[in-house]
Structure formats: C-alpha cells, structure tokens
C-alpha cells in the first residue's frame, strides 16, 4: 500500500513538474528530476510459501528412526530415507562416504549427504544442518549414557532443508542451491569425562569434507548453517564466528527475516563463538557461513532446557519457529 502511494506521489510530481515547464517554457533545470524523487526499488520477487507443517512432518520422519547415532542401523536406515526424499524432489544427490576417528579413538563410518539444484549454475549458495545426533544425554540428570532423539538437535535443521528443497525444485530459484546434511556433527568429547580434553571433536563430518570438498574448486558465494532451529520462540543471535567470517550475510539474513516479521526470532544482538559446522567451513574451506543457532537468553549454558537431554523430542519442536527459519531463508535466496 505505501509503495503504491508512493509511486502515485512521484508520477503526480513528475506529470506536474512537466506541465508546469510547459506553460511557464521554464528551462533545462527545472525539468531536471530530483534525485530524492527517484525511487530505486528492486521489483519485489515472488518468494513462495514455506510449509511449516512439510517441515515438521520431516523432522518427525527422522525421529521416527530413534536415535541417529553412526555406526548404528537407525542411522543407516536414517541416511537412506534422506538420500532418497532429496532425490524424490528431482536433485541429483552426491552420499561422500568416510571413516572417522572419535575422539574416544572409534573409527566412525559417516555420510555427508550433498544435494545440488542446478549443478550448473556458477553463482551457489550452501545450505547446511547436521543429521546426526548426540549418542549421549550428557546434559541430561538421568539416564546420561543413552541416546537422545535429537529432533531439535539434529532434526529441525534437516526438516527445515528438506522442505527448502522441495520448493526450490518446483520454483527455480536464479542461484544454484547446495544442501549438504552432515554426519558426526554431535559425537563431541563430553565435559569432564576423561583427564584430557580433546580439542576439534565435535563436527567430524564437516571437517571431513572442508578437507576433502565433494568438488574440486567447489566455490559457493556463502553459506548458511541451521542447528537447533525448531524450539517455541526460539530466539537466534549474531554468533561471534558468523560474525567474524561472514559479517555480511549475517546482516543480509536477519534484514531478510526483519522484513518478514520475524524480528522476534532474529534478535539484532551480538553473542560468542560456537565451534559448530560452520566454524570449520569458514576456516578450512574457506567458504563465509553463518550458523543460525538457538541462542537462549534464560538458560546458564545459552543452549535451550532441551539440549543434550532426553527432552529433545518432538514436544521441543515448534511449526511456527521452523516457519520463521524456513521462510527467511526463502526470502534470502529468492532475492539473490
Ligand atoms: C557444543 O555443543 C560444544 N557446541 C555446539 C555445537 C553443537 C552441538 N550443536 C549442536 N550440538
Ligand atoms: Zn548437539
């Protein structure tokens, strides 16, 4: 409505301006535009609808398997239906394939599950979420040694990316899009376990392929990671690493979803680092990422009540808070 008016303001001005040099046969400068008179707007882009009940549908498809942890058949059956919705969507599909050492010296069999739309688009962006999940609820006061089902540790990320492709193979975005699902994000070393902590443990898939990219020359222009995006009222802040690496995009993204309504969501406030995916992309790929991270304000750790427990199920995912992620991230790519 206010660019309506807008554009009927500065057509009256304009139309006016001429008729009144006309009779007045007033010269050159008068006739001459103001500059505060032009509107330079982009033509607004039809940015399709996130469907956040698609959404949660995925997130709760993976949780269907139980715990996602490598070397475990549920996550071998996880990767299979992954690999399998992503090609159901018409992306060709890349599974980079690897062994792993943990930090408690077990060899990880991992998958880092890459999905391209348009392969052969030279402007790319990388959208990424770990589909692993944490083998331990070491956050948790009871039953610390089993496994959690990680829906919003895990699931939210890849439920929002699955619905993300889904829609941009049916509406050709003009920038080639890359999914990448990676595996042993949460097989990290707990606290106070053993005597030596051990540095660079969490995150093993992404450091596997930020060493060993599924392309030679593989150059996207940035990338956005998604962990623990499905929490009620989740709120998500400037994390110090995205900050440093890719100050940028992190103004670009939260614009996007400011301009949407979701400012609730996207708190315009700076907090600390966080080694996650994104931290080892940034600085052994090279590639400037972001890392969407719920960043709780009430908590001690800053990590929802939910996180490494036994409470990360299905009652800690919200459609509404996958919508908000979902549909900035739409805004972003939609408008590149
Ligand atoms: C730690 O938990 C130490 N860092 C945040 C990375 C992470 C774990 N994201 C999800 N789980
Ligand atoms: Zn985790």
Known sequence: MRKKFKIVVLFISVFSIAFWSCDTNKTKESTEKNPEDVVVEK?????????????????????????????????????????????????SVIVQEAKVKAFDNSTLNIKNII?????????????????????????????????ILGANDGGSGVGVL???????????PRVGVDIILFDAEDYGQPDGTMIEQKSDTYCLGSQYWSKNLHKVNYR????????????KGATFTKEGNSVYYAPGIV??????????GYSNHFVNLNT???????????????????DILHHD???????????????????????????????TLLEVIYNE
């Open 297 to 327: 304000l009430a908590t001690q750790s800053n990590f929802g009540s939910y996180w490494h427990t036994h409470n990360d199920n299905m009652e800690a995912v919200d459609r509404n808070t996958l919508k908000a992620v979902g549909q």
């Open 162 to 172: 699955l619905e993300v492709a889904r829609i941009i193979s049916q509406n050709n």
């Open 272 to 290: 600390g680092w966080i080694t996650d995916d994104h931290l080892y992309i940034n600085s052994l790929a090279g590639i400037p990422t972001i």
């Open 220 to 231: 996207p222009i940035y990338g956005i990671l998604l962990d623990m995006v499905g929490a």
């Open 251 to 260: 103004s670009k993204v939260w614009a996007a979803a400011n301009k949407i």
């Open 43 to 91: 033509p607004n882009v039809a940015v399709p609808t996130f469907n956040q009940d698609s959404a949660f549908l995925y997130v709760e498809e993976q949780v269907a398997f139980g715990p996602r942890v490598p070397n475990t058949a549920k996550h071998d059956q996880c990767a299979a239906y992954l690999i399998n919705k992503l090609k159901s969507f018409g992306l």
């Open 115 to 147: 999905a391209e739309l348009n392969p052969e688009a030279t402007e790319r962006i990388l959208l990424t979420a770990h589909w692993d999940t944490r083998p331990w609820a070491d956050q948790d006061i009871k039953e610390k040694n089993k496994p």
